[in-house]
């Protein structure tokens, strides 16, 4: 596997099942870790980047399984006492997870690129599966609802993805430059794996940082994405609402609507199999398997098989 070249681009929980998956198969020491930055936003003056968190305490075990995000055995004297003086403290931030944004900010402060912000973190939880950020510079998504713009924390923690979605927007991004490390990886990979994350919001928010897209399409990599929906739903997030709100199906084809034109291939649920045949008439290699990811076993399984079969079909479309 050393020659191999795997390239998983992550949002938040389904990117970090997806990690898992990879991090506990034979495909590990081939794998880096493109992630989300584009939820990140301040709170009580402090830097938190939420997706990319995620990532790094799933892969090192930090994660609150239960919740599927923050730091496991957690406590929440510091939110508590910011709520007794009055703050807003929708934004659920513990004790160990404010360690993480202390750092995070005294270093964005001292000058310190976020992609070597991000290394530090991952290393100090025994992380050596690389993070590669799609840019340094700051993205935050936009999204205009019924109730005006809001960041993304406002609408998926505040406002519980109530609000009707109208647009989502990426602010920044059209001046953003992509980092070097993510460019170059993604030009050397053989396999592009978009995970079971936000179509719109998470993996929409890597792809619109200039540069990442475009290198993707040039690059001869066997680009193929695991639908995050099973049976129309999501099991976390808001991807199912937010597909339906931008005038999408929230089914198969409209998380494919969403990649239109990226993609060789393509996974889909059991529960989804009725869309297999709308898929390969437009050009896609679709593989129908169960998708739902609760243990490690269950994420090694999926993943490996993910890329056992775009190693496959690449090997055929090559031919």
Request: net charge negative; charged share 20%.
């Amino acid at each position: 596997m050393s020659d191999l070249a795997i390239t998983l681009l992550a949002g938040g929980v389904g990117g970090a099942k997806a990690a898992e998956g990879l991090a506990a198969s034979v495909y590990a020491d081939s794998t880096h870790i493109i992630g989300n930055i584009a939820d990140d936003d301040e709170f009580h003056g402090l830097w938190v980047s939420p997706d990319i968190d995620t990532l790094i305490y799933s892969l090192g075990d930090q994660i609150d399984r239960q919740q599927g995000w923050g730091r496991k055995n957690e406590s929440h004297q510091v939110l508590n006492e910011l709520e007794k003086l009055g703050q807003e403290t929708w934004m659920t931030l513990g004790d160990l997870d404010l360690a993480t944004h202390i750092f995070r900010t005294e270093l964005r402060k001292q000058g310190v690129r976020p992609s070597h912000i991000v290394h530090r973190l991952a290393k100090r939880h025994g992380i050596t599966m690389p993070i590669l950020l799609p840019t340094d510079d700051v993205i935050q998504t936009r999204v205009k609802t019924n109730l005006g713009a809001l960041s993304f924390q406002e609408y998926f923690v505040r406002e519980r993805c109530q609000p009707t979605v109208n647009a989502v927007e990426y602010e920044g991004a059209s001046i953003a430059k992509a980092t070097s490390e993510s460019l170059s990886q993604i030009e050397k990979s053989d396999v592009i794996l978009l995970a079971p994350s936000n179509p719109i919001v998470s993996i929409g928010a890597i792809l619109a940082v200039p540069g990442i897209k475009d290198a993707i399409e040039k690059s001869n990599a066997y680009v193929i994405a695991v639908s995050p929906l099973i049976g129309g739903k999501t099991i976390k997030g808001p991807a199912d609402k937010m597909l339906t709100s931008m005038g999408k199906t929230n089914d198969s084809k409209g998380v494919y609507e969403c990649y239109a034109g990226l993609l060789n291939g393509f996974v889909i649920d059991d529960q989804d199999s009725m869309d297999a045949t709308w898929l390969e008439t437009q050009g896609v290699d679709v593989l129908v398997t169960p998708t739902l990811m609760s243990s490690t076993a269950e994420k090694a399984q999926l993943l490996s098989k993910v890329i056992e079969f775009a190693l496959a079909h690449r090997n055929v479309r090559a031919a």
